[in-house]
C-alpha cells in the first residue's frame, strides 16, 4: 500500500529552523515528482516547493526562495524540506505529495499530483 508520512514539524521560535522529512512506504520514490505544499488556518492550499525525479531541477515559491531547501534520498525512499529563517506567516500544515511521471520538470500545481501525506504542523511563534 503506497504510503506518505511526513514529520519533523513542531514548534519553533522566528529565525529558527526545521527539516522536515517525508516517508515513502510500499514503492520506490525513483519514478516520482515530489511536491511540497502548505496551508495555513483560514487559507488555501498553496505550492512551496517540488523536485524532479531525478534530483536536478527545483522549484520555490517566491515566499521561501533562499530559505527553503528541498532535497531527496531515494536510498532512503525520503525527501526533505530544510526551512531556515522562518517566519510566523510560515506557520502551517505541511504536507508532501508525488506523482509519476516521466517528465523531467515539476511544478506546484496542487492538481498535478495524486498521492499525499496526512500532513505534519509548523508553528513560528515567539
Known amino acids: 500500500q503506497l504510503q506518505l508520512v511526513e514529520s519533523g514539524g513542531e514548534l519553533v521560535q522566528p529565525g529558527g529552523s526545521l527539516r522536515l522529512s517525508c516517508a515513502a512506504s510500499?514503492?520506490?520514490?525513483?519514478?516520482?515528482?515530489i511536491g511540497w505544499f502548505r496551508q495555513a488556518p483560514g487559507k488555501e492550499r498553496e505550492g512551496v516547493s517540488c523536485?524532479?525525479?531525478?534530483?536536478?531541477?527545483?522549484n520555490y515559491a517566491d515566499s521561501v526562495k533562499g530559505r527553503f531547501t528541498i532535497s531527496r534520498d531515494n536510498a532512503k525512499n525520503t525527501v526533505y524540506l530544510q526551512m531556515n529563517s522562518l517566519k510566523p506567516e510560515d506557520t502551517a500544515v505541511y504536507y508532501c505529495a508525488v506523482v509519476r511521471t516521466v517528465q523531467a520538470m515539476c511544478g506546484l500545481t496542487i492538481a498535478w499530483y495524486n498521492y499525499w501525506g496526512p500532513g505534519t504542523q509548523v508553528t513560528v511563534s515567539s
Open positions: 523536485i524532479t525525479r531525478s534530483g536536478s531541477s527545483t
Open positions: 510500499g514503492f520506490t520514490l525513483d519514478y516520482y515528482a
